[in-house]
């Protein structure tokens, strides 16, 4: 099951070494890149989790966590877990997906 709320989400990119195996992808939401799950080589939290490439944060969701990685839910995300500007329990990402412009 995935959680669709983003303090769910939030605290899945913590111990999240796990879910590289199945993942093909993966994106930062600090510094809103999406790259290559296989170039995350870097963990913390005793080798638990993620930390991305090109920024070294520990901000990083897996394809294989979220119903669908994109830009959108990465720029949610970040305004959740950095500045707290919107209410994330409340903020269902089913709707941040559908706010995405696919085209
Ligand atoms: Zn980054």
Redesign the pocket.
């Known amino acids: 099951m995935i959680d669709t709320n983003l303090s769910a989400l939030h605290k899945q990119s913590l111990r999240n070494r796990k879910h590289q195996s199945t993942a093909h992808q993966c994106g ?1 939401f ?4 999406i790259f290559d799950a296989s170039r995350v080589t870097q963990f913390w939290d005793d080798e638990t989790t993620a930390v ?1 490439p ?4 520990d ?2 969701i897996y394809d294989s966590q979220v119903e669908s990685l994109t830009p959108g839910l990465l720029q949610a995300l970040k305004r959740y877990a950095w500045n707290d500007l919107i209410d994330a329990d409340t903020t269902d990402v089913r709707v941040v997906y559908q706010s995405v412009d696919v085209s």
């Open positions: 930062c600090f510094c809103l890149s991305c090109l920024c070294g944060i901000s990083v």
